[in-house]
C-alpha cells in the first residue's frame, strides 16, 4: 500500500502564507485551524487552505514544496 504526501499551502485573511508536506491532510489542516502547534502559524493565524497537490513519492513532495517556497 502506498502513502500519499501532500504539499499544501495555507493562509491567513491578511494573506501570509505557509507552505508545508504532510502525510495526512485533513489532519494538518485541523492542527493549522485549531492552532495546536506553537509557532509561525499559530502566531500569525494562517489557518485556510488555499491550495494543495498529492502524490505517492515522499521526495517529489519536498521537491515541490522547495520549488513553491522560491
Given at each position: 500500500?502506498s502513502?500519499?504526501?501532500?504539499?499544501?499551502?495555507?493562509?491567513?485573511?491578511?494573506?501570509?502564507?505557509?507552505?508545508?508536506?504532510?502525510?495526512?491532510?485533513?489532519?494538518?489542516?485541523?492542527?493549522?485551524?485549531?492552532?495546536?502547534?506553537?509557532?509561525?502559524?499559530?502566531?500569525?493565524?494562517?489557518?485556510?487552505?488555499?491550495y494543495?497537490?498529492?502524490?505517492?513519492?515522499?521526495?517529489?513532495?519536498?521537491?515541490?514544496?522547495?520549488?513553491?517556497?522560491?
Amino acid at each position: 500500500m502506498s502513502r500519499t504526501y501532500y504539499v499544501y499551502i495555507v493562509a491567513s485573511i491578511s494573506r501570509v502564507v505557509y507552505i508545508g508536506v504532510t502525510n495526512n491532510l485533513v489532519r494538518r489542516v485541523h492542527e493549522h485551524k485549531q492552532g495546536l502547534v506553537a509557532g509561525f502559524t499559530k502566531r500569525y493565524q494562517v489557518d485556510r487552505l488555499v491550495y494543495f497537490e498529492e502524490t505517492t513519492d515522499v521526495r517529489v513532495a519536498i521537491e515541490r514544496e522547495k520549488q513553491l517556497k522560491t
